[in-house]
């Protein structure tokens, strides 16, 4: 049973969860943790919304469309990362913002560097939107099973 | 020098997660301005504590935490108003 206590501390308590697992994202390039740890974390703020609130009233709203275009996204830039690196050097996934080989023009390298003072490249970015893909994947599972006992009784009704 | 790399995609993450805060309609769930702003100080607390991650040193907050809960809070203003 869900007290009142519980429905006034879970929702900011599940924000800052989801400010750190941000923060976990960002720190993927060079501490322990990156796009999956922070997305699992994200994902864990928001399926202790569900829990507590329940599905129809949890503030956090994950719809169809919406879990689907992010899955889509993260997948589509993890795909374009490579994909960059495969048709300017011929090596997939080659990290542009680095060039350890130095065979990429600058204006390239320019392009996918990311401004912090270790330079990761194409790093941070994979973190990124693998952290998308893992939030939207783990909170989904959670939503079918809650979803689950109306299919079940949808089933039975027919 | 504040390095903007943390500060974009924390915001974009936290962005696109406010957009999703919404009321629920018929709902007696309610939360005001009032726990985003104990909400912020709460984070600017931890930001603090945490010191520049991920061994930056650009400034004495954490500025990656930061721009996320902003993200949330101007996601939440823009698309999450029910």
């Known amino acids: 049973m869900t007290t009142t206590i519980l429905k006034l501390f879970v929702?900011?308590?599940?924000?800052?969860?989801?400010?750190?697992?941000?923060?976990?994202?960002?720190?993927?390039?060079?501490?322990?943790?990156?796009?999956?740890?922070?997305?699992?974390?994200?994902?864990?703020?928001?399926?202790?919304?569900?829990?507590?609130?329940?599905?129809?009233?949890?503030?956090i709203k994950l719809s169809d469309n919406f879990m689907a275009s992010i899955e889509s996204i993260g997948a589509l830039g993890y795909i374009f990362l490579g994909l960059a690196g495969l048709f300017t050097t011929g090596f997939f996934m080659y990290n542009l913002g680095v060039d350890l080989y130095h065979i990429v023009p600058p204006y390239i390298v320019n392009i996918f560097d990311y401004p912090d003072p270790l330079h990761a490249g194409i790093i941070p970015y994979l973190n990124f939107v693998?952290?998308?893909?893992?939030?939207?994947?783990?909170?989904?599972?959670?939503?079918?099973?809650?979803?689950?006992?109306?299919?079940?009784?949808?089933?039975?009704?027919? | 020098m504040v390095y903007i790399g943390p500060l974009i995609l924390g915001f974009i993450i936290g962005f696109i997660i406010g957009t999703r805060?919404?009321?629920?309609?018929?709902?007696?769930?309610?939360?005001?301005?009032?726990?985003?702003?104990?909400?912020?100080?709460?984070?600017?607390?931890?930001?603090?504590?945490?010191?520049?991650?991920?061994?930056?040193?650009?400034?004495?907050?954490?500025?990656?935490?930061?721009s996320a809960l902003a993200g949330i809070i101007v996601g939440k203003l823009t698309f999450g108003r029910g």
Do not use: R
């Not at chain 2, 600017?44 to 504590?49: K, P």
């Open chain 2, 21 to 66: 805060i919404k009321p629920s309609i018929g709902s007696k769930l309610n939360f005001p301005a009032s726990v985003y702003v104990i909400l912020a100080i709460v984070i600017v607390i931890i930001a603090y504590q945490q010191g520049p991650f991920p061994w930056y040193t650009d400034s004495v907050f954490a500025n990656g935490l930061i």
């Open chain 1, 11 to 59: 929702f900011p308590a599940s924000l800052v969860l989801i400010c750190y697992g941000i923060l976990t994202i960002l720190g993927g390039h060079i501490t322990p943790g990156g796009g999956f740890q922070g997305g699992a974390i994200i994902a864990a703020g928001i399926i202790f919304c569900l829990i507590v609130y329940g599905l129809d009233e949890s503030p």
């Open chain 1, 130 to 158: 693998v952290g998308l893909k893992v939030l939207v994947g783990l909170s989904a599972v959670v939503i079918t099973f809650l979803e689950s006992d109306k299919l079940l009784e949808n089933m039975e009704s027919k």
